[in-house]
Structures are given as structure tokens and as C-alpha cells.
């Protein structure tokens, strides 16, 4: 290879990086002495091995640890999971065998902690538990991380207890990365306790993180009857100033939304009181009349809420595409903030909901959720995850799908559930009686009386 710090140095590296061919006389070259492992040439390498690769590249650096170390810290962090994966295994088999005792040493344990892990995390634990000064505050960011719910107390007590500040910023950190996961009543107590802290940045941190919980205005509301910096109680005041919410629903053909839409955004609006927005991906995106500029211009920005259930390419292509457009209209009336919130159906709260609704309207019965078909990795994972919380199976059927498309369960006895909000089309060919006796098919989700309230309640919450 040319010379390090060279321009063809650097294009020898960019080949690499983009090649697909096999990467074994890299390997061979490295073993031979032919190529020294620099840091460069070890971090083109890092992002393409499989596993077996990458334990080729341990062994190969040996004494030089460091160097691969280096390119580790500098690759992982932006690397894809899928290039991120194939260490997880070696790293921590040869950190165990190179470390006397565990945990492994603090700079390779950073590494770690880029991984989700229950090994990963014990080996956290170990390094920051009770008692123990943490010399590195960023592994505490990386146990929030590991989203285990039972470290969530050990990150607030760190938050709490006087110390070093960064430590306890980076304890809040913490708990930022894995809010959804900690027992929410504790979570509550803490961040209440910290919005009153001396340190106007802690504090501060702390509030904006209560604001992020479901149903944060009552407790926003009670943390103003504290004594807290006068820049707190401001920002807490900002936090009470609802924002205008955008509701991205899927509507139907000609851009018609269903009236169960209608009436929940309705509801949202005058339990919120500010604007709240119905934006159908099969129409044109609504204009915001006066009131709804003010309020944004009050509360300092717009929320974008995608009530879809699935990461389709609704999710993944047309909602950034329509926070995009956002952007633009929001930059005419002045420095304001898009909060674009995950799509529905990746809300905890919601798969917690519909799991507990499945269950008792099923009553023991089977039970078959019924989506729109989806392709690709991430679409796949996460069907079988919500398989896994429903505790029953999904079937992909199209908007055109017939009886016989349906299998066994269409003839009874059981209970079929259309995936969706909303009236669609497969969801009334349902409602008409197509399937056999004993069979109950659930009706769109939002009519559904536990569905509607927490959808109301959730988007209530929303600062």
C-alpha cells in the first residue's frame, strides 16, 4: 500500500472499503509482515469481516491491541448492526481470556457497551455498581443503553448523589437512552427531585426528560409548585405551551378520512387545546390556518405523530418525506422546532394495549392478527417481535385478500383481527360475513373503547 497520510493511501483505503470481493489476501498480506496493522487499514477492514474475520483480525493484531482498539472506537459507533455484529462474540471471548479478572479493561468495555447485550450489561454493572468510583461517567450512558429495566434505579441514585458533575449528567444521559423501559413511578419521583437540583443544566435535563413521559403536563404542572431556578421554571412554563400536532394517518382512495379519525383528532384537540392537524398519505398535506401558526410560534415547534402500525414504506419513505415538507412551510414563520415522534405502532405502551385487549376479547379462543404484507429485514423483525407480544401469529393478507386466503381459522372457531384503525377495505369485506360460524372478526381498532381512550390520553400527553 502507498505511504500512511498519502492521497492514494487514503483512495487504496476507499476501494477497500466499498470492494465485495474476499477479503482473505488482506488477511494473508497482514500475517506475512507484508502490511503493518495501522489504524487506517484495520478500520477499512473492520466494517466489511464476518465473524470469522474478525477473530482472523484479533489474532493477527496480537501485541498491537491498541491499534485495533482504535479502529474499533472509531468504526463501531456509526457502523450499521449488521456490520456492528459479527464482533460482539470475539471481542468478548478474547477480552475474557486477555483480562485477569473482569470487567474487562475501561476502554474496551466502551467498546462493548456499543453492543445490546446481557453479558454486556453485567460487565457494566460490575464497572459502576454500588460503591464503586466510575472513571469513565460515558459507561453510564452505555448502561442506559442496554434498556435493562432494572438498572434504572442504579442510573438515578448515580443521577442524585452528589459526586462529579459529568457523572451525573452522564447518568441522565442514561436514563434519556432507555427511557421507555424504567418502572415509570420511581422514574417519576427521581426526575422531579433532579428538576429541582442546584446545577441549572442538571436540572434542566431532568425536566425535559419528564416532559418526554406519558402524562408529563400534571407533573410539569406540580414541579411549578417547587422552588426551582428561575431558567428551570421558565423552561418548564415553555414545556406546559401544547404544541400543534400533526396526526399522519393512511386515509383512503381520493384522500377521504375515515370519521373514527376525524372524531379522535377531535377529541385530542379540545383535551390539548391547541390545533391538532389530520394529514392523509392519500392527499395533499392540509395547511395550518392562523391559530395553528400562533400556537406553534407559542410552544416553539410542530409535532408530527404517524399513526401507522407497521414500518412499511409509509414509515420509512413518505413519513421523513413529509417532515421534510414540514420544515419548509415552518421556515417562513420563524425559528421553530419539528418534533417528529416514532410511528404507532412501535410505542411500547400501544403493543402492551393491544396485546391486553387480544387476550380478553379472544377470551382462550386462537386468534390471528391480519396485516398488510410487508418485505424486507427490519419489516420482518419486527412482525415477529409483535407476534412474540401478541402471543398469537399474523397473517399478511392484501386489501383484495378472499376467504380461502384466510386458512383454517377463517372457518371458525376464533377471533381475526384487521390491523388497523380505521374502516378499510379488507376490514368491511370482514364485516360482511365471509367467514364461518364461531368466527368474531374484531372491528377497526379505534372502535374499540379501550383503544380510542389511550390513544386519546397518549396524544393528550404529548408536550
Known sequence: MASLGSDERWRQ??????????????????????????????????????????????????????????????????????????????????????????????????????????????????????????????LLVLL??????????????????????????????????????????????????????LDPELAAKAVDLLAR?????????????????????ARVQRRLQATPLVLVVHGRQGGLIPADLQELA????????????????????????????????????ISLVPLLLL???????????????WRVAMAPVGPLALERRPFLGAWPGWQQLLAAELQRLAAGRPCRWLHHPLTGPLPQRYLSHLGAVLACPGLATPY???????????????VLVPLTLAPNRLSESLAQGLCGPGVDVLPPLLQLPAVRQFLISALEALP
Open 213 to 233: 413521559l406519558p402524562g408529563a403536563q400534571p407533573q410539569l404542572q406540580r414541579l411549578l409548585c417547587q422552588r426551582l431556578d428561575p431558567g428551570v421554571a
Open 13 to 138: 483505503l476507499q476501494r477497500l472499503r466499498r470492494a465485495s470481493g474476499s477479503l482473505q489476501p488482506w488477511f494473508e498480506a497482514l500475517a506475512r509482515g507484508a502490511l503493518a496493522p495501522e489504524q487506517d487499514l484495520l478500520a477499512a477492514l473492520v466494517g466489511r469481516v464476518d465473524r470469522c474475520g474478525a477473530e482472523r483480525l484479533i489474532q493477527l493484531c496480537g501485541a498491537r491491541s491498541e491499534v485495533l482498539l482504535a479502529a474499533l472506537q472509531q468504526e463501531l459507533p456509526t457502523a450499521s448492526a449488521a456490520g456492528r455484529e459479527p464482533w460482539l462474540e470475539p471481542l468478548l471471548q478474547w477480552l475474557q481470556l486477555a483480562s485477569a479478572t473482569p470487567p474487562p479493561p475501561l476502554d474496551w468495555l466502551t467498546v462493548l457497551g456499543l453492543f445490546r447485550d446481557l453479558r454486556v450489561a453485567q460487565l457494566l454493572r460490575q464497572a459502576i455498581g454500588p460503591g464503586v468510583v466510575v472513571r469513565e461517567p460515558q
Open 311 to 325: 414500518p412499511g414504506g409509509h414509515v420509512r419513505i413518505d413519513v421523513p418525506a413529509i417532515a421534510a415538507s
Open 266 to 301: 377531535a377529541a385530542v384537540q379540545q383535551r390539548r387545546g391547541a390545533p391538532v392537524l389530520l394529514q392523509a398519505l392519500t392527499a395533499p398535506a392540509p395547511e395550518g390556518d392562523g391559530a395553528f401558526w400562533r400556537t406553534a410560534q407559542r410552544a416553539g415547534g
Open 144 to 197: 442506559g443503553h442496554q434498556r435493562q429495566a432494572g438498572d434504572g434505579l442504579l442510573l438515578q441514585q448515580r443521577a442524585l448523589a452528589p459526586g462529579a458533575r459529568a457523572q451525573r449528567l452522564a447518568a441522565l444521559e442514561g436514563l434519556a437512552v432507555g427511557l421507555g423501559v424504567w418502572p415509570r413511578r420511581p422514574l417519576v419521583g427521581a426526575l422531579r427531585q433532579l428538576a429541582a437540583d
Open 400 to 414: 383484495t385478500a378472499q376467504l380461502s386466503d384466510l386458512g383454517p381459522l377463517a372457518q371458525g372457531p376464533g
